[in-house]
């Protein structure tokens, strides 16, 4: 249950000898985000079960995941101006709750980006089935499903 002391968090930032080479500016990484979260998983697998299986409860179920999504964005506001150390959510619960419950967290963001990357996949890959049958060319049934 070791815990990051502030002090050294802040260090990271600051007074490190050697750093890395800033690649992504901030507006680089907004639109990174994006194209994840409103990228082709939400108006195309998403959007499809929606209307085919969801019903009229999928507004009301968009409308509860915007309020979550605003409060999950307040309180990660709150935590970087507390804690003003370049990082993410495991800094964060590095420096307030220890060694264990971060390691958790920065196991749940590696999955909650490989869900992602899944998604956006697994749209691309049915427009490419769809090109690939507007061509002519027939596909198994497993590949275009």
Do not use: K, N
């Amino acid at each position: 249950m070791r815990r990051l002391p502030l002090s050294e968090a802040l260090g990271l930032r600051t007074g490190a000898r050697h750093s890395l080479h800033r690649l992504y500016r901030p507006a680089d990484l907004v639109v990174l985000g994006l194209g994840v979260m409103i990228g082709a998983g939400i108006f195309s697998i998403a959007g499809r079960q929606a209307a085919t299986t969801a019903g009229p409860g999928v507004i009301l179920s968009f409308m509860i995941a915007g309020i979550a999504s605003l409060l999950a964005a307040l309180c990660y506001a709150e935590l970087a101006s507390t804690i003003p150390a370049s990082g993410s959510a495991y800094t964060f619960t590095y420096v307030l709750f220890g060694e264990v419950w971060a390691w958790v967290v920065g196991w749940a963001l590696l999955l909650e980006m490989q869900l992602a990357a899944a998604v956006v996949a697994r749209v691309w890959a049915l427009y490419a089935a769809r090109t690939l049958a507007d061509l002519g060319l027939s596909l198994s049934l497993p590949l275009t499903c």
